[in-house]
């Protein structure tokens, strides 16, 4: 069983939609997690961090995390094509620990 | 700023061959990586460096060797080309281990015949 799971979709919504991401991981020492969004043929990059449980805004984004259900979420509203990516969730233990990646969900947001 | 750099983009090798990839970060980063993306695998980490003048195996070390060759470059070499390796490679770079902001290049595609 994989640490982190994540459903890679593709999962296409019309443009203005509201889209959930979404992962489970089953370490619970996790405590820093983050949300990458990686473009077609493009490294990734960092879209939201947090630090153990709580929400975060930033714009369209936010990011929630529940430890005692060992889930994160990624909410966009009001979603533009150009949001249209694979969405990355990562997750890591205290300072010494790797990053473990999420397999990435597909998302299209259509026109 | 560039960021990070990453070179070849692109490469095909036959089985067997060898290849180094190139890294170099403009950003002044102590910690540097190297992960290969394959389908339903997401990222995975084959080596990093905390800070130079170190290395440490990752999840996926075999196959692979690494070289910090100073605080700015960190090269992954292939010595003996398999399959296998056929990947997408990323370089990723971070103030600190792990926990910081990883950076990462636009990484190279690597086919192995």
């Not at chain 1, 493009?42 to 960092?46: I, R, V």
């Not at chain 2, 075999?62 to 910090?68: A, F, I, L, T």
């Given at each position: 069983?994989?640490?982190v799971?994540?459903?890679?979709?593709?999962?296409?919504?019309p443009?203005?939609?509201i889209?959930?991401l979404n992962?489970?991981?089953?370490n619970?020492?996790?405590?820093?997690?983050?949300?990458?969004?990686?473009?077609s043929r493009?490294?990734?990059?960092?879209l939201?961090?947090?630090?153990?449980?709580?929400?975060?805004e930033d714009?369209?984004?936010?990011?929630?995390?529940?430890k005692?259900?060992?889930?994160i979420?990624?909410?966009i509203?009001?979603?533009?094509?150009?949001?249209?990516?694979t969405?990355?969730?990562?997750?890591?233990?205290p300072?010494g620990?790797?990053?473990?990646?999420?397999?990435?969900?597909?998302l299209?947001?259509?026109? | 700023?560039a960021?990070?750099t990453q070179t070849?983009k692109?490469?095909v090798l036959?089985?067997?061959?060898?290849?180094?990839l190139?890294?170099a970060?403009?950003?002044?980063h102590?910690s540097?990586?190297?992960?290969?993306?394959?389908p339903g695998?997401g990222?995975?980490l084959?080596?990093?460096s905390?800070?130079?003048g170190?290395?440490?195996?990752?999840e996926?070390p075999?196959?692979?060797?690494?070289?910090?060759l100073n605080?700015?470059?960190?090269?992954?070499?292939?010595?003996?080309?398999?399959?296998?390796q056929t990947?997408?490679?990323?370089?990723?770079?971070?103030?600190?281990?792990?926990?910081?902001?990883?950076?990462?290049?636009?990484?190279?595609r690597?086919t192995?015949?």
């Open positions: 069983q994989k640490e799971e994540q459903d890679p979709g593709p999962l296409s919504v443009e203005g939609a889209v959930s992962c489970t991981y089953s619970s020492a996790f405590q820093y997690f983050m949300w990458y969004r990686q473009y493009k490294g990734p990059e960092l939201m961090y947090t630090y153990s449980s709580g929400n975060k714009g369209r984004f936010t990011a929630q995390v529940d005692s259900s060992k889930y979420s990624l909410f509203r009001d979603s533009q094509p150009s949001d249209s990516a969405y990355l969730c990562a997750m890591s233990a300072s620990s790797r990053l473990t990646f999420g397999e990435g969900t597909q299209t947001v259509n026109p | 700023n960021g990070v070849p692109f490469q036959k089985t067997g061959q060898s290849m180094t190139q890294c970060q403009d950003m002044n102590n540097m990586y190297w992960y290969r993306q394959d695998m990222l995975r084959i080596y990093y905390a800070s130079e170190t290395t440490d195996k990752g996926v075999n196959g692979y060797n690494v070289s910090r605080k700015r470059e960190f090269s992954l070499r292939l010595e003996s080309a398999a399959p296998s990947s997408v490679y990323f370089c990723a770079s971070s103030e600190s281990p792990y926990t910081d902001t990883q950076y990462f290049g636009p990484g190279t690597l192995v015949l």
